[in-house]
């Protein structure tokens, strides 16, 4: 999903006198109250950080972390031609989808490209909801109507395509403490919730559809409510894990739960390898360069929109390959470095940041397909770099660096 990094592209910028046209969300006031640096993304103005970025970052890894993501896009698609429309539509065979289960899966452009990352919520038979990224949510409404009526003309089963972004708001909890939290203030069954799975609930007194899912590598879950109820949402969620407000108490001040903003959910997604638009995926790259071929379903029936490329491309093999670096210096990989083997250009940064859990750089790089053997034994970690060593041209220097396996990080279960 689509989330800022704290430099490079795609990067938001400082809010000033153009904030008061950027979109707020329901909780922009709270936001405020609490201190955070606001950034326009997307359109809207986001919540970069409350405090440290890093001390974000580590309470949802060793605790929990609460996040605004309201900005993102929700769009029904609904009727007895749903599931057929989404087959058609979309990567994955969304028609085997069990009511109360989500998935990850794309859409493409007809050469295969990513137009989106999405997830999609089957919520009943014949009821979907779809949330993609902020930038792209009018472009994947438009490509679902389209689609959904060529769907619809082939198979006769109506399908209604509704953007519903206002009528959500958006909340995340996560990180290990996350379910205790979260337990504290509803009688849903979350032990046996599982992830990527969803169910109506009521948390403090505010119904919610709630979701075992999220973007950071930790478990935790996402809440959609009413815009009128996020702050009581949030609230709720806050108090249960500060120990602060009305219902104070010693158990929810253990919990350690910090607000968190956006640059924390990307050095997080980024530790967990997970892609983000504009950065690893775009309209230029198929899901097979971004090691995501699991989200194209060649054996579901029927035609879908760019089955013919993407198999081409799944029988050619990938143009790039994307992989893991680690520095050996200080020096931050960025979007757009390039990366370097024996001194020849190999590939180029698509995400870097320091990784607070590794306390060393990382970066995510698309590189050409004949260099990833050498990549990967380039070099040895904590060795010193060799004539044959990967490298990140960091502003004209060349960095050491070491292959790495994505993710970068992966949560004990």
């Known amino acids: 999903m689509t989330l800022p990094e704290p430099a490079g592209a795609g990067a938001p910028e400082p809010a000033g006198a153009g904030a008061r046209r950027l979109a707020g969300t329901p909780l922009r006031e709270v936001h405020e109250r609490l201190g955070a640096t606001m950034s326009a993304f997307a359109g809207w103005l986001m919540p970069l950080r409350y405090g440290s970025e890093i001390a974000e970052h580590n309470a949802v890894r060793r605790a929990a972390g609460l996040f605004d993501l309201s900005h993102m896009g929700e769009i029904s698609v609904t009727g007895h031609g749903a599931a057929a429309a989404l087959d058609y539509a979309l990567t994955g065979r969304l028609s085997t989808l069990a ?39 009018a472009l994947v409404r438009a490509e679902l109507t389209e689609r959904a009526a060529t769907s619809e003309r082939a198979t006769g089963f109506t399908v209604t395509v509704t953007d519903v972004s206002l009528e959500y708001a958006l909340i995340a909890i996560q990180g290990p403490n996350a379910a205790a939290i979260l337990a504290r203030l ?25 979701a075992r899912t999220g973007y950071t590598g930790e478990d935790g879950f996402e809440l959609f ?6 702050v009581a949402t949030w609230s709720a969620l806050h108090e249960a894990g500060t120990g602060t407000g009305p219902q104070a108490d010693g ?17 997080l997604r980024l530790e967990a390898g997970m892609p983000l638009y504009g950065n690893e995926l775009s309209r230029d790259v198929t899901p097979f360069e971004a090691g995501l071929q699991r989200v194209v379903t060649f054996d579901k029936p029927g035609d879908f929109v760019g089955r013919a490329a993407l198999a081409e491309r799944a029988q050619a093999g990938p143009r790039q390959r994307l992989i893991g670096l680690t520095g050996r210096t200080r020096r931050i990989p960025r979007h757009g470095y390039p990366v370097l083997l024996d001194g020849e250009v190999i590939g180029t940064v698509t995400s870097g940041a320091p990784s607070p859990t590794l306390a060393r750089p990382i970066a995510m790089a698309y590189v050409q397909p004949r260099a990833v053997e ?5 070099g040895e970690p904590g060795g010193t770099a060799g004539p044959c060593d990967l490298a990140v041209d960091v502003r004209g220097h060349a960095e050491p660096a070491d292959y790495a396996e994505l993710p970068f990080y992966r949560r004990a279960r």
């Open 99 to 137: 009511p109360g289960r989500a998935r990850y899966t794309m859409i493409c452009a007809p050469d295969g490209g990513v137009l989106d990352d999405l997830v999609v919520y089957r919520l009943a038979d014949a009821e979907y909801l779809i949330v993609a990224n902020a930038a792209n949510a």
């Open 374 to 378: 050498a990549a990967r034994g380039a």
């Open 251 to 267: 158990q929810a001040a253990g919990m350690g739960l910090r607000p968190a903003g956006l640059a924390a959910r990307d050095t």
């Open 225 to 230: 409510c009413r815009p009128d109820d996020a």
């Open 186 to 210: 509803t009688d849903a069954p979350l032990a046996s919730l599982k992830y990527y799975a969803s169910t109506r609930a009521v948390v403090g007194a505010v119904p919610v559809l709630l």
